[in-house]
């Protein structure tokens, strides 16, 4: 009996969740200029991309990124896995030089469905 049920849980160890990795579950706490800025310095915000003069908008350096996004209708909050900042990072269009951790577009996500605050 012991054995079976070993052998039962040990199988489904597979099987659990980690939290933010479920794009249908409940969103975790993500800080938009602790969580998404280096996102974007290290992946967005250099020279002929988004930087503060972006050859394509929007702009995500720290000082301007936010209100890029929400002004430029770049987040969608009603239907958060329509923003295009989402949907360009899924979709591996960008960055250009390859995609972003599938972490870190979840991170992108999960802010977008807590309403994209400015935190």
């Known amino acids: 009996m012991i054995i079976v049920i070993t052998v039962i849980i040990s199988g489904c160890y597979k099987d659990v969740i980690k939290p933010g990795s479920d794009p249908n579950g409940p969103p975790q ?14 992946n967005c915000n250099t020279s002929g991309c988004h ?16 209100n890029a996004l929400l002004s430029g209708g770049f987040v969608n909050t009603a ?30 996500l999960d802010w977008i469905r807590n309403g994209a605050p400015n935190n």
């Open 51 to 66: 930087d503060a003069v972006p050859a394509h908008a929007p702009s995500l350096v720290p000082d301007k990124a936010y």
């Open 29 to 42: 706490f993500v800080s938009f200029s602790g969580d998404l800025i280096p996102i974007f310095n290290a």
């Open 79 to 108: 239907v958060p896995n329509q923003s295009t900042i989402y949907v360009v990072c899924y979709t591996a269009q960008m960055p250009p030089t390859g995609a972003l951790k599938a972490s870190d577009t979840q991170k992108i």
